[in-house]
């Protein structure tokens, strides 16, 4: 019986060992702020601090717009102008101020028409050189919790060149939420606020060098992604569930209409076509240039209807039936075809100095 209670111990003694062992090498991923505000991500454990892991880098974006220092300086400065091409800002409103006082303002974005982000920001100065390059210096916060972005600072740079201008802003700021808002902020809304700028100097670009105005752009833009993923998720579904998965005996029957094959034929054929409108559908997600799409569906649903009607005549007569359901998707494809000419892209913009 002792030496049963000494074995116990004795394991005991050993597993508490194993437990410090492993405690030794356990990390902890946290975050930590440096003095400066760059934020590094560093590993932990009951030793202290010991690998960083990554460093917080602030948001950069430079283009070079075919237009006079001037333009692009007034279409940035003047707070009715920027809030039109610029996606961060819904609206912009400059406060009374003094002449030897820094220009306060507050500023607008609605998310949805539930929530909208309020703030605040201050032009802390600007400078112009002899060369006629501008800059200007910003301060911008909220007092909101529920927004991603706490308190930043950042400027705006206008550098003349010969026949255009290059413009240019970096800024950073500090998260909400501690640090789930630090993680939120590094993988997934920084990189959309980055490339939310990108986009919107783009437009800017597009605006004083074409004309076209920023609403009409962003219509065209969000009309444009909007369909190629509404199109995206109809393919991948009409392939994968009435054909792959469930091998809907509609399908079936309108297939054996156009192609008399053998049952076993006729699911495998039934398959392949599936698998190919799941492929279109992933294509309309990674294929660059949507237009060719659009142009592509709109000779391929007047056959795919006049196919269905020649299969199984009396599907014209039900409910949702090929033709209602072509003709709209039809009607989608000449909205997307028209509106997705030369739409406004992020990658135009340098992101890295």
């Not at 356990?26 to 202290?48: E, M, P, W």
């Not at 028409?113 to 210096?137: A, C, I, P, Y």
Request: charged content about 25%; some cysteine; proline content about 5%.
């Amino acid at each position: 019986m002792t030496d049963n209670c000494w074995k116990l111990i004795d394991n005991y003694v050993r597993l508490i060992d194993n437990y410090r062992e492993m405690n030794d090498k356990f990390v902890k991923l946290i975050d930590n702020y440096s003095h400066d505000g760059s934020a590094t991500f560093l590993f932990q454990n009951r030793h202290g601090y010991e690998v960083k892991l990554m460093k917080k880098k602030p948001i950069y974006v430079e283009i070079n717009i075919d237009s006079s220092i001037d333009n692009v300086w007034n279409a940035s400065q003047d707070p009715d102008l920027h809030s039109q091409w610029d996606l961060r800002f819904s609206s912009i409103t400059y406060l009374p101020k003094k002449d030897d006082e820094p220009q306060m303002f507050t500023y607008k974005r609605s998310v949805t028409s539930l929530f909208t982000v309020e703030g605040w920001g201050k032009s802390t100065g600007t400078f112009n050189k002899e060369d006629g390059t501008r800059s200007s210096s910003l301060h911008f916060g909220t007092d909101q919790w529920l927004s991603p972005i706490k308190e930043g600072k950042g400027y705006w740079k206008y550098e003349p060149r010969q026949k255009e201008t290059k413009f240019l802003t970096q800024y950073d700021y500090n998260s909400n939420f501690g640090s789930f808002g630090n993680v939120f902020d590094a993988f997934i809304f920084r990189p959309i606020i980055g490339w939310g700028t990108a986009l919107s100097f783009d437009v800017l670009k597009r605006w004083l060098e074409k004309g076209e105005s920023p609403r009409s752009q962003y219509f065209r833009f969000f009309s444009t992604y909007g369909l190629a993923i509404l199109f995206s998720f109809i393919w991948i579904y009409h392939g994968l569930i009435p054909k792959i998965i469930g091998s809907h005996p509609e399908e079936r029957r309108m297939l054996a209409g156009a192609l008399p094959l053998e049952d076993s034929k006729l699911t495998a054929v039934m398959i392949v076509i599936g698998i190919a409108e799941v492929l279109f559908g992933v294509l309309w997600l990674v294929y660059k240039r949507k237009k060719h799409l659009f142009a592509l569906q709109l000779a391929v649903f007047p056959l795919l209807t006049i196919a269905a009607i020649i299969a199984a005549p009396e599907a014209a007569f039900h409910p949702f039936n090929p033709v209602t359901f072509n003709l709209s998707l039809f009607v989608l494809s000449l909205i997307g075809y028209c509106t997705s000419e030369d739409v406004p892209t992020a990658k135009s913009c340098k992101r890295k100095r």
